[in-house]
């Protein structure tokens, strides 16, 4: 069975800092990676997304995160949060099979002071 | 980006009544759809998978016949949480897999949510 953790559940950071957000995976096997963000009142939305190809990924609002498979990690990073960033991020794996069936973490609440 | 409606979105009911909440994939085909439960400050905790055509997939320790889940079309799947109890109020959310997710990388689009309040 696959599993997910976000090492962090609650962040605060001011405005212009640095993020990074970890998220460690327990599967053996190929994987897709997610960021999930889910914004103050809105539904969950994919901020990015990992199954092939270079692991440096980028996405939405300046986010980036790194598979290392060597790790087993794939941590968020953003070099500089706005107060608009702050929101509850969510971690997920996949096994890339049919069923699609996605592994969450607990999440991380992350709050940016202005 | 592809849109997955959930209504309704907030719902109160009395205790023993049943609720329905729908799940509805707007501008794509949808085989595959998620149901979770969400606590407050929790992670999604995944209920079941519904197929279109097929019976649900339930997670362990998820009572099938106290959440009645119904994939009828592409579009459209639907839970139902049969004879309520306070204890199923809950942030309910639904997820949607792509049909056309050709490179199979699993991405899910998400509803709004539907919070139920049983009384």
């Known amino acids: 069975a696959q599993s997910v953790s976000q090492h962090n559940h609650h962040v605060i950071l001011s405005e212009a800092a640095s993020l990074e957000l970890g998220c460690n995976y327990s599967?053996?096997?190929?994987?897709?990676l997610f960021w999930y963000v889910q914004y103050p009142g809105q539904h969950l939305q994919l901020l990015l997304k990992?199954?092939?190809?270079?692991?440096l990924v980028k996405g939405i609002k300046g986010f980036e995160a790194e598979f290392i498979k060597s790790k087993f990690s794939f941590n968020l990073r953003k070099p500089s949060v706005q107060w608009s960033d702050t929101a509850e991020y969510f971690c997920?794996?996949?096994?890339?099979?049919?069923?699609?069936?996605?592994?969450f973490g607990d999440g991380t609440t992350l709050t940016v002071k202005p | 980006g592809a849109v997955v409606s959930q209504h309704p979105s907030r719902v109160i009911c009395k205790s023993g009544t049943s609720v329905k909440i729908e799940c509805r994939s707007l501008d794509f085909q949808a085989t595959t759809m998620f149901w979770y439960r969400q606590f407050p400050k929790q992670s999604l905790m995944l209920m079941a998978t519904s197929n279109e055509g097929s019976k649900a997939t339930y997670e362990q320790g998820v009572e099938k016949d106290k959440f009645l889940i119904n994939h009828a079309s592409l579009t459209l799947s639907t839970l139902t949480v049969t004879s309520a109890h306070p204890e199923d109020s809950s942030f309910y959310i639904c997820?949607?897999?792509?049909?056309?997710?050709?490179?199979?990388?699993?991405?899910?689009?998400f509803g709004e949510g539907s919070r139920l309040t049983v009384l």
């Open positions: 997920a794996v996949n096994a890339g099979t049919n069923a699609g069936k996605s592994t």
């Open positions: 599967y053996g096997g190929t994987v897709n």
């Open positions: 990992y199954f092939s190809g270079d692991p």
């Open positions: 997820s949607a897999r792509d049909f056309a997710d050709h490179l199979n990388t699993g991405e899910l689009f």
